[in-house]
């Protein structure tokens, strides 16, 4: 099966500690994104990669760090810098600029 | 930037029923339009899509509208199903902006059986 994979589906962390969300894809789209939703809110972008070794501040980007090292792997890392960070987090691909993106199924983060 | 503006962020319509979005945008540069629709707790999925060079595109139930002049464009969604209500989002993308989309903050649409 071809797709977009996040793990994992829920998380808990306690206040102080960096953690990892991971964002996996067999599409062999060279463009991945990271994004957070808020309840009742739109997608707001943190970081995105168009191609490998290269990415790019989001919107929102304070208080995060990327990696994409793989063409099919951009991992997140949510840093205690993160004031906020309890959301949904939504990671995506597309082949190209301005190309359909395919959104994984979300990992909802909960800082305790 | 870009920012896209969409309404209405509610929608409540009785199974049947014809179900309008619509989204405005800011960057007369945007040249592709998705739609997404995403159910509780999932990532969202993209429903239907326009580019720039197209006024209309439509799919079953599901139509997409565009006015490039006014940068506007619109979700027709017609003879609504319950298991069509979810959340629905527009989005707007050009070349000269990395390919960055930007969304809307959503409608939540209810079809009531």
């Known amino acids: 099966d071809g797709g977009i994979t996040q793990s994992p589906k829920y998380l808990f962390r306690k206040e102080g500690q960096n953690v990892t969300l991971s964002c996996e894809q067999n599409l062999n789209h060279d463009a991945m994104y990271w994004y957070r939703q808020d309840p009742g809110q739109g997608l707001r972008l943190i970081y995105y990669s168009q191609i490998v070794n290269d990415f790019q501040k989001g919107d929102i980007a304070e208080g995060y760090s990327v990696s994409r090292e793989k063409k099919e792997s951009f991992p997140l890392t949510v840093t205690s810098a993160q004031k906020n960070p309890t959301a949904f987090y939504l990671c995506?691909?597309?082949?190209?600029?301005?190309?359909?993106?395919?959104f994984g199924p979300g990992t909802r983060l909960t800082v305790l | 930037g870009e920012n896209v503006e969409q309404h209405p962020s509610t929608l409540s319509v009785q199974e049947g029923d014809s179900a309008v979005i619509k989204c405005t945008y800011s960057?007369?540069?945007?040249?592709?339009f998705p739609w997404y629709k995403q159910e509780l707790g999932k990532g969202p999925q993209l429903i239907i899509d326009i580019r720039s060079n197209v006024g209309e595109k439509k799919d079953q139930r599901i139509a997409v509208t565009l006015n490039k002049t006014a940068k506007h464009f619109s979700l027709h969604i017609t003879e609504t199903q319950p298991e069509d209500s979810a959340v629905y989002f527009c989005a707007a993308s050009s070349n000269t902006n990395a390919g960055k989309s930007t969304f809307g903050d959503g409608t939540t649409l209810t079809v009531k059986p």
């Open positions: 960057d007369s540069a945007s040249n592709y």
């Open positions: 995506a691909s597309s082949m190209g600029w301005a190309d359909t993106q395919y």
